[in-house]
DNA sequence: TTTTTTACTTGCGAAATGCAAGTGTTCGTG
DNA sequence: CACGAACACTTGCATTTCGCAAGTAAAAAA
């Protein structure tokens, strides 16, 4: 077998994604890292929705062995690692970039966190051409 | 509660539609129906990766609660129900596209079936178009 | 009238999730 | 250098969800 799919992936690339992301937390982890900027286990763990200690070191290894993640020694503190997004996560960008703009065209709610929306209706395209460049929108 | 957000909403609009479709199955569903024209409990049944059926009745059922899924009866059959996208389901096609264009990019499988690439790669504008419309792509 | 089709529901073992607590380095402070 | 705090996890266990198989009910076909 060249190349393994998963018990679920069909062959369609939408599959393919899902097999990737398509659980309650993995595209939120990279929202954390490619919208926040977040960079150590710390930072994501304090996200907004509030992810678990285990949960999150289990994804982590699974982006990171899906090649969306990096994971290095941070140089200036033995203890720390930072983690970032390949090219191939940041290139998630336009995907994250309609999920919001759908959510923002359905979500009733009045105190929905508009801070990430604002970015794309102000300016789309610079938004996610810093967020694949790998910088924060 | 005007607007009860779940456990895991956390005013984010990525976390609202992750709230709604982050799972293995939900956005399969409406590829099935947005991609494929499924529209009935077995072609969706029948679908490329094998959803199980008690999986299948209860993605039917939060779909329609979140506004996504209509179930109407068929009325030539009586024992048939037909199952469609509303505006808001059929909104996701920029979703879906931007998915698809990812995993195009970078899923090594040769094997992989290209036939909704194919026609994003062919007429972006316009498969999404079609889509919104409610129409085959 | 019997069989088949359609659309599910139910039961149950297996797997994933969530929470709390614990572990092993490393760094700052006295 | 000792000691506590900080960081990045791991482990255990109860709860929830999933997945497969089988069963059910009503309508249509034979």
Redesign the pocket.
Known sequence: MTHSRSKYDSGCPVAYALDIFG???SLLVIRDMAVKGAR???ELLAGWE??????L??R?KQLEQAGIVT?EK?PD?????VYGLTQKGRDLAPVLIEIALWSGRYNPDPDALTGFLDKISADRTGTEARMRAGERP
């Open positions: 659980d309650r937390w150590t286990y710390g509030g992810i678990s200690t285990n949960i070191a289990q982590l994971k941070d503190s033995g203890r720390s690692f």
